[in-house]
């Protein structure tokens, strides 16, 4: 284990979800359901999609190295540029969500206990299939060839988000827009897009 991959992938992976509609998911969720059940569910949920993410960039790490590091920056850059277009409307869109996720709680009807938890997972899978930082992960451990350390970090940050959420979610969105979130992403994305351009071509 690397501690300095696992710092970069928590810090990386944790600015682009806060402002992401997982976050809205799981405090909708935590005011309709137990929140520690919602918390468990939704940390599985992430469990296997971190998992999933880390095994292919684990088997991209095998192609050569500047393809991979090529196709990370790209990657990275490709975030903050979505990043930075979501960040125009996410203010205006916050509450489209959150009816969304409370629609799709309410259709679960009286669960309690273990099915919490489930639909929590069930929710949370669907939501973040294909989400920016599960690409965010699979380029880092491409890139950086420390899977676990990777793993670990970006778990980490998910399981900070969701916390966040389930137990001060509402004051954290009532402090702070959505955009300004968007835009400190945009910023995190773009200087590792930089970075990994640095490497690839000056060092």
């Known amino acids: 284990m690397d501690i300095v991959i696992i710092a970069l992938a928590f810090a990386a992976i944790f600015v682009v979800e806060l402002p992401d509609k997982t976050f809205i998911a799981t405090l909708v969720l935590s005011t309709k359901f137990r929140p520690l059940y919602v918390w468990i569910g939704v940390g599985l949920a992430f469990a296997v999609q971190t998992g999933i993410a880390v095994a292919l960039g684990r088997a991209a790490s095998f192609l050569p190295d500047d393809l991979v590091h090529g196709a990370a920056g790209l990657m990275f850059l490709v975030g903050a540029l979505l990043l930075l277009r979501e960040a125009r409307s996410a203010d205006a869109e916050e509450g489209e969500t959150e009816d969304e996720f409370?629609?799709?709680?309410?259709?679960?009807?009286?669960?309690?206990?273990?099915?919490?938890?489930?639909?929590?997972?069930?929710?949370?899978?669907?939501?973040?299939?294909?989400?920016?930082?599960?690409?965010?992960?699979?380029?880092?451990?491409?890139?950086?060839?420390?899977?676990?350390?990777?793993?670990?970090?970006?778990?980490?940050?998910?399981?900070?988000?969701?916390g966040l959420a389930v137990i001060v979610g509402r004051v954290l969105l009532a402090k702070v827009k959505l955009s300004v979130l968007h835009y400190v992403g945009a910023a995190v994305c773009l200087a590792l897009a930089l970075y990994t351009a640095y490497e690839l071509f000056l060092a």
């Open 102 to 162: 409370a629609q799709k709680a309410a259709a679960k009807g009286e669960v309690h206990g273990a099915k919490v938890i489930l639909t929590s997972f069930l929710v949370l899978f669907a939501a973040e299939w294909g989400d920016l930082s599960q690409l965010l992960t699979l380029s880092l451990v491409a890139k950086y060839e420390s899977a676990v350390s990777v793993f670990i970090g970006a778990w980490a940050a998910l399981l900070t988000v969701s």
